[in-house]
């Protein structure tokens, strides 16, 4: 697991631990739950963030993984292996 999908992860745990806080506001008061919500939303927002990141960086390396074995293959010139005799 990467960086970044660990900090979705922790994000997605903390949206909805906001999320719970907020409902249970809302059993006393509907404006006590706007800071929860509120909270809920920019924890998604950054949830979304990181996995963006993890897929541009996935996208990435792919990228590079074949960008190299395309140059392995334009620089061999001499697949076969030269005795020493």
Same mark, same amino acid.
């Given at each position: 697991?990467?960086?970044?999908? #660990?900090?979705? #992860? ?16 809302? @059993? ?28 541009? #960086? ?18 061999? @010139?001499?697949?076969?292996? #030269?005795?020493?005799?």
């Amino acid at each position: 697991m990467t960086p970044a999908q #660990r900090t979705a #992860r922790a994000c997605q745990a903390g949206a909805f631990l906001s999320a719970a806080s907020a409902g249970y506001s809302l @059993t006393w008061h509907p404006w006590y739950a706007i800071p929860g919500l509120v909270g809920a939303a920019f924890l998604l927002w950054g949830a979304a963030s990181a996995r963006g990141a993890a897929a541009r #960086r996935q996208t990435q390396n792919a990228r590079l993984d074949h960008a190299a074995a395309s140059d392995a293959v334009l620089l061999d @010139t001499d697949p076969q292996p #030269r005795s020493a005799a």
